[in-house]
Antibody, heavy 124, light 106 residues
Framework: QVQLVQSGADVVKPGASVKVSCMTS????????IHWLRQAPGHGPEWLGW????????KIAQKFQDRVTVTRVTSVSTVYMELTRLSYDDTAVYYC?????????????????WGQGTLVTVSS | DIQMTQSPSSLSASVGDRVTITCRAS??????LNWYQQKPGRAPKLLIY???TLQTGVPSRFSGSGSETDFTLTISSLQPEDFATYYC????????FGQGTKVEIK
């Protein structure tokens, strides 16, 4: 079955960086895009960006373009999201999720599978 | 950015009730609208995509309708496992979510 398994919770200091991993299995890694989202307490999810696992190409939401980097290692079917210059407002649960291929006509772009979430707490 | 507004923000209902949640987009999104269910401490779960198509494995008591800017999620007969928060999400331009509707036990 399709699985997305994320790395564990992390506590980071203001100004530092965090890197979250998302290990996928149960499907062809290059057949789907992987997205990153976050959810602050009491809020709906917020989209951060996606990666094309085939090419490594990415698209990052404008709000995060200078702070978010998404990469992948195809040999282990794993995607990584790094967020830099963290502030208290970045405290949230971070999720990876799968969608169809963004550039393909008629592709489904909903998120049909999600990781379990990674709590990132920014604290001094 | 396309803004998604859900109503109500919360509701109380009893098992067996018919429940309707609405979602309005700030501009037309055709039918690029999805619905998710989220329980505390869990990731969102896809219920409906493309406004009205039931995701595989989702019970038929869930249904979706609407187009352009106005959409509805209906639960025909609320079950104990349906008490959760529901989110609408558009993927017409990028991806944005509503603020959520919490369905609580009356």
């Amino acid at each position: 079955q399709v699985q997305l398994v994320q790395s564990g919770a992390d506590v980071v200091k203001p100004g530092a960086s965090v890197k979250v991993s998302c290990m996928t299995s149960g499907y062809t890694f290059t057949g789907y895009y992987i997205h990153w989202l976050r959810q602050a307490p009491g809020h709906g999810p917020e989209w951060l960006g996606w990666i094309n696992p085939t090419s490594g190409g990415t698209k990052i939401a404008q709000k995060f373009q200078d702070r978010v980097t998404v990469t992948r290692v195809t040999s282990v079917s794993t995607v990584y999201m790094e967020l830099t210059r963290l502030s208290y407002d970045d405290t949230a649960v971070y999720y990876c999720a799968r969608s169809g291929i963004v550039m393909m006509p008629s592709a489904r772009l909903d998120f049909d599978s999600w990781g379990q979430g990674t709590l990132v707490t920014v604290s001094s | 950015d396309i803004q998604m507004t859900q109503s109500p923000s919360s509701l109380s209902a009893s098992v067996g009730d018919r429940v309707t949640i609405t979602c309005r987009a700030s501009q037309t999104i055709i039918r690029y609208l999805n619905w998710y269910q989220q329980k505390p401490g869990r990731a969102p779960k896809l219920l409906i995509y493309a406004a009205s198509t039931l995701q595989t494995g989702v019970p038929s008591r869930f249904s979706g309708s609407g187009s352009e800017t106005d959409f509805t999620l209906t639960i025909s007969s609320l079950q104990p496992e349906d008490f959760a928060t529901y989110y609408c999400q558009q993927n017409y331009i990028s991806w944005t979510f509503g603020q959520g509707t919490k369905v609580e036990i009356k």
